[in-house]
């Protein structure tokens, strides 16, 4: 039953689920030398991967927002851990009961907020391999394959997304990827290479200086349509960021960056590093990273990319020219987790020469040492956290699994639904699009004030058929419709914009009868 529902989603998933089944056998081999009770397990697991399957596949019959009030669950749970074991069948009941019904259903073709979440049948079964085996893998040596299938991951990838071979590591250069568990960490890590590498070039020049006086006129510049975690970054590097103004298409250009740096340095302040955003969260602008790439590679800054969403296009020929300048950019990053099929966390992050963030990040205590340094990244320098999941097995799935044809049609699909949804707007004089809907996200509003797209906003959400967010530019409020969910076809799209109108008609309405 289990491989007939999984065989909807993609023709190639049949392999990933009898992979599951192997596994789930073997694991009941094992409990059964072991003289535990196998078919306990076994039954456990056959019954969640058809309680997971029969919940994705029948996803559209859910509300995709929930209708519970904050603290919700604590009157449906005890107030201590049970002494004793529970039954499987207890805690399988209490799913719908007590976690469901919290539940935003971002896998739902009626989500539209935010941006995709991406998952997959095959990251799902890599998931599980990988919660299997369980290693830690911060050295080469506490789980090689570990390293070795993500330094392997990274340029399979990289070349799918045609980045310029001294971001990889098969180059034979400096160059290569790492697996972060988020763009946020990406921005963070490259904002701390970006700082060690500037102290360590400003004292040269400067030798007296303290690491606290140079710091102290540090200064990074990024879009103001950069995400918060850019701006965040900069709080948590101790550092001053400005977010410059963006031109008529929302994008930041490099005079504005150069123009920034010369008042900077007019100041006696010293410019270190710049985030270049491809695909806005607000609107999916991109910043010119060509214009910008010159500027920070004259002035000597560290340029890095923020194409946490918009990235995933890239393996798309047609979509690279929104990357153009990239081979400017000292580090890149975008997450497979939100548009690529793979599950959370996978944000991968290329370094044209990592040394500095290894630096930043080195500190080698005797039992992490191994005699193999040096021959193979230890990632533990090369992120926030010491410990890491084996993550690159999910790539590894699937991207074996799906193969790049069948990635590449899914993000087409998206793109063709959005521009669906573009039509659909522009069909109806009373709405109007806010931004270029270039990939999957379309920008949109009720022709009329704030207030009364904040109003429709209200309606939407609240009657829970669909789900969307706002987002603001220039104190112009605007709703964001984000193509999401891999279940996701055209039929959605017209029943997302059936329920849009709907609710329009019902706040002009009311409107009309308040004047």
């Given at each position: 039953?289990?491989?007939c529902?999984?065989?909807?989603?993609?023709?190639?998933?049949?392999?990933?689920i009898?992979?599951?089944?192997?596994l789930?056998?073997?694991?009941?081999?094992?409990?059964r030398?072991?003289?535990?009770?196998?078919?306990?397990?076994?039954?456990?697991?056959?019954?969640?991967?058809?309680?997971?399957?029969?919940?994705?596949?029948n996803?559209?019959?859910?509300?995709?927002?929930?209708?519970v009030?904050?603290?919700y669950?604590?009157?449906?749970?005890?107030?201590?851990?049970?002494?004793?074991?529970?039954?499987?069948?207890?805690?399988?009941?209490?799913?719908?009961?007590?976690i469901?019904?919290?539940?935003?259903?971002?896998?739902?073709?009626?989500?539209?907020?935010?941006?995709?979440?991406?998952?997959?049948?095959?990251?799902?079964?890599?998931?599980?391999?990988?919660?299997?085996?369980?290693?830690?893998?911060?050295?080469?040596?506490?789980?090689?394959?570990?390293?070795?299938?993500e330094?392997?991951?990274?340029?399979?990838?990289?070349k799918?997304?045609?980045?310029?071979k001294?971001?990889?590591?098969?180059?034979?250069g400096?160059?290569?990827?790492?697996?972060?568990?988020?763009?946020?960490?990406a921005?963070?890590?490259a904002?701390?290479g970006?700082?060690a590498?500037?102290?360590?070039?400003?004292?040269?020049q400067?030798?007296?200086?303290?690491?606290?006086?140079?710091?102290?006129?540090?200064?990074?510049y990024?879009?103001?349509q950069?995400?918060?975690?850019?701006e965040?970054?900069?709080l948590l590097g101790?550092?001053?960021?400005?977010?410059?103004e963006?031109?008529?298409k929302?994008?930041?250009?490099g005079?504005t960056?150069?123009?920034?740096?010369?008042?900077?340095?007019?100041?006696?302040?010293?410019?270190?590093?710049?985030?270049?955003t491809l695909?806005?969260?607000c609107?999916?602008?991109?910043?010119?990273?060509?214009?910008?790439?010159?500027?920070?590679?004259?002035?000597?800054?560290?340029?890095?990319?923020?194409?946490?969403?918009?990235?995933?296009?890239?393996?798309?020929?047609?979509?690279?020219?929104?990357?153009?300048?990239?081979?400017?950019?000292?580090?890149?990053?975008?997450?497979?987790?939100?548009?690529?099929?793979?599950?959370?966390?996978?944000?991968?992050?290329?370094?044209?020469?990592?040394?500095?963030?290894?630096?930043?990040?080195?500190v080698?205590?005797?039992?992490?040492?191994?005699d193999?340094?040096?021959?193979?990244?230890?990632?533990?320098?090369?992120?926030?956290?010491?410990?890491?999941?084996?993550?690159?097995?999910?790539?590894?799935?699937v991207?074996?699994?799906?193969g790049v044809e069948?990635?590449?049609?899914?993000?087409r699909?998206?793109?063709n639904?959005?521009?669906?949804f573009?039509?659909?707007?522009?069909?109806?004089?009373r709405?109007e699009?806010?931004a270029?809907?270039i990939?999957?996200?379309?920008?949109?509003?009720l022709?009329?004030?704030?207030d009364l797209n904040?109003?429709l906003?209200k309606?939407?959400?609240?009657?829970?058929?669909?789900?969307?967010?706002?987002?603001k530019?220039?104190?112009?409020?605007?709703?964001?419709?984000?193509?999401?969910s891999?279940f996701?076809?055209?039929?959605d799209i017209?029943?997302?914009w059936?329920e849009?109108?709907?609710r329009?008609?019902?706040?002009?309405?009311?409107?009309?009868?308040?004047?």
């Amino acid at each position: 039953m289990i491989t007939c529902v999984l065989l909807r989603a993609y023709n190639s998933d049949h392999y990933a689920i009898e992979q599951f089944e192997i596994l789930i056998n073997r694991i009941f081999e094992y409990c059964r030398k072991r003289e535990m009770d196998p078919d306990s397990f076994k039954d456990f697991a056959k019954e969640m991967a058809e309680y997971v399957t029969n919940y994705l596949e029948n996803i559209r019959d859910r509300r995709v927002l929930p209708t519970v009030e904050p603290g919700y669950m604590k009157p449906l749970l005890p107030s201590e851990a049970p002494q004793a074991p529970e039954s499987w069948k207890d805690v399988m009941a209490d799913i719908e009961k007590i976690i469901m019904p919290g539940v935003t259903h971002w896998h739902s073709p009626k989500f539209h907020a935010y941006f995709p979440t991406a998952q997959s049948y095959p990251a799902i079964v890599a998931d599980m391999l990988s919660g299997a085996i369980a290693c830690i893998g911060f050295t080469w040596i506490a789980s090689p394959a570990c390293t070795e299938l993500e330094v392997i991951m990274l340029d399979w990838l990289g070349k799918m997304l045609d980045l310029p071979k001294e971001f990889l590591a098969c180059s034979g250069g400096k160059g290569g990827g790492v697996i972060q568990g988020t763009a946020s960490e990406a921005t963070l890590v490259a904002l701390l290479g970006a700082k060690a590498r500037k102290i360590r070039q400003v004292k040269e020049q400067h030798p007296e200086w303290t690491d606290n006086e140079i710091v102290g006129k540090l200064v990074a510049y990024g879009s103001c349509q950069s995400h918060s975690s850019v701006e965040r970054a900069g709080l948590l590097g101790g550092v001053k960021f400005r977010l410059l103004e963006v031109d008529s298409k929302y994008k930041l250009r490099g005079e504005t960056l150069m123009e920034a740096i010369r008042k900077d340095k007019e100041q006696g302040l010293i410019p270190f590093y710049a985030v270049a955003t491809l695909g806005t969260t607000c609107s999916c602008a991109f910043d010119r990273l060509d214009e910008m790439g010159v500027v920070a590679n004259r002035e000597n800054v560290w340029l890095h990319v923020d194409a946490a969403y918009a990235g995933s296009a890239f393996i798309c020929p047609e979509f690279r020219y929104l990357m153009k300048g990239v081979e400017l950019a000292d580090s890149f990053n975008f997450n497979p987790h939100k548009w690529m099929l793979v599950n959370f966390d996978c944000s991968t992050m290329w370094l044209k020469d990592p040394t500095y963030v290894i630096n930043a990040f080195n500190v080698d205590p005797l039992y992490l040492k191994h005699d193999m340094q040096g021959s193979a990244p230890d990632y533990r320098h090369w992120q926030i956290p010491l410990g890491r999941r084996f993550r690159a097995l999910k790539l590894w799935f699937v991207l074996r699994i799906y193969g790049v044809e069948n990635l590449q049609k899914f993000i087409r699909s998206h793109v063709n639904q959005a521009h669906e949804f573009e039509t659909l707007v522009l069909s109806d004089p009373r709405f109007e699009i806010i931004a270029q809907v270039i990939l999957g996200l379309v920008c949109f509003r009720l022709k009329g004030s704030n207030d009364l797209n904040e109003t429709l906003l209200k309606k939407i959400n609240g009657a829970g058929n669909i789900h969307l967010v706002p987002s603001k530019i220039n104190d112009m409020y605007f709703l964001r419709f984000a193509i999401c969910s891999r279940f996701s076809e055209s039929k959605d799209i017209q029943s997302s914009w059936k329920e849009i109108k709907l609710r329009a008609d019902e706040v002009l309405a009311e409107q009309s009868v308040s004047k």
